[in-house]
C-alpha cells in the first residue's frame, strides 16, 4: 500500500493558486481542488474555467473533488480538461456507473465519494467501475473541521472490501487530517491523503506534507 499526499488548495491563498500549488510540487503527490457549488454543500469555491487555468501553470496531477448537483453533466470534462483523477459524490450522482465510465473514458482515474453518513455496502457492486473510494472524514463543504472518529469502522470495510476485490482500489481521506489523525486514518486501512488546513496554514507546507508522509507511512506499516 503506497501511501500519496493530496493538499487541498481550499485552505491555500485564492489570489496566487499557481505559487501555492508550486509550494507542494516537490512532495505532493497530487493536487487537490475541491469544487463547490453552494448547492450540493453550503458553500461556493471554482469550477472548470480556474481549473483550466491551473492546469496550465501547475506540474503536480490534479485530483478534483466536485462537491456540486448534477455531477453526471459536469464531471466529464474536469477529465477531457486534463485532471488526473475526478471524484463525484454518490449522493449527488444520478447515474454513476455511466459518470465513472465517462471519466475513465477521458483517460483520468474515476473516483466515487462518500459522506459520513452514506452506507458504503450500498455501493460494494460499482468497485469495478472506480479506482478511488473518497471517504469523508468530515461534512464536506468547509476547511479546518474536526476529524470525525465515527468513520473510521468505514474504512477498515473499505479496505477489506477492496482486498477482496483485488486490492487496486484507493482508499482516500478528506477532512480534519493532520499529523495526529493521519495515524488513525492508515491504520484503518486509507492510503491517499487530503490534508487543506494542516499544509496549507502550516508555516512551511512543503515540510508539512513530508511530515505527513511519514507519519500515515508509520501507521500503515
Ligand atoms: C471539505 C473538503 C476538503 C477540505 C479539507 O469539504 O472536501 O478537501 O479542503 O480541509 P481540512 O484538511 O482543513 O479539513
Ligand atoms: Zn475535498
Known sequence: MAIQISPSILSADFARLADEAAAVSG????????????????????????????????????????????????????????????????????????????IRGQGARAGLALNPGTALESYADLLPEVDMLLMMTVEPGFGGQRFLDLVLPKIRRARDLVAANGGSVWLQVDGGITEETVERAAAAGADVFVAGSSVYKADDPAAAVQALRAQAEKAAG
Open 27 to 102: 512532495t505532493a503527490d497530487w493536487l487537490h481542488v475541491d469544487v463547490m457549488d453552494n448547492h450540493f454543500v453550503p458553500n461556493l469555491t471554482l469550477g472548470l474555467p480556474v481549473v483550466e487555468s491551473l492546469l496550465t501553470s501547475v506540474t503536480v496531477p490534479m485530483d478534483c473533488h466536485l462537491m456540486i448537483e448534477d455531477p453526471d453533466r459536469w464531471a466529464p470534462a474536469y477529465a477531457e480538461a486534463g485532471a488526473g483523477s475526478v471524484t463525484v459524490h454518490a449522493e449527488a450522482a444520478r447515474s454513476p456507473v455511466r459518470t465513472l465510465r465517462e
